[in-house]
Nanobody
Framework: QVQLMESGGGLVHPGGSLRLSCTAS???????WRWYRQATGKERELVAG???????SYGDSAQGRFTISTDNAKSTVFLQMYNLSPDDTAVYYC??????????????WGQGTPVNVFS
């Protein structure tokens, strides 16, 4: 059973930065990584995604402020966040799409790491 371990969330003032990390157990081969977030009372939204080949995509809220990257050798994805605002307060979830021998990809979610931006 593949598990995703997230870290890096916490408390930060507006304008501050945080770097989230997510590592898949067992040196897992991951095809696609994504970060989602969910604020209280809102639906989960896509923040950023990256393929194994390094193709990135960003949600509107992340454009120009967040950067997603990976260390494939360590089965780890990062989300560097700059210029945070209270609107970025949410629980951030890591997502991994993993190929299997059955031909059907396995989707795995992390447990979530909270980010709280406050004055």
């Amino acid at each position: 059973q593949v598990q995703l371990m997230e870290s890096g969330g916490g408390l930060v003032h507006p304008g501050g930065s945080l770097r989230l990390s997510c590592t898949a157990s067992g040196s897992t081969f991951v095809n696609t990584w994504r970060w989602y977030r969910q604020a209280t009372g809102k639906e989960r939204e896509l923040v950023a995604g990256i393929t194994r080949g390094g193709v990135t995509s960003y949600g509107d809220s992340a454009q120009g402020r967040f950067t997603i990257s990976t260390d494939n050798a360590k089965s780890t994805v990062f989300l560097q966040m700059y210029n945070l605002s209270p609107d970025d307060t949410a629980v951030y979830y890591c997502y991994a799409r993993i190929p299997t021998t059955s031909g059907r990809d396995l989707i795995v979610w992390g447990q979530g790491t909270p980010v709280n931006v406050f004055s």
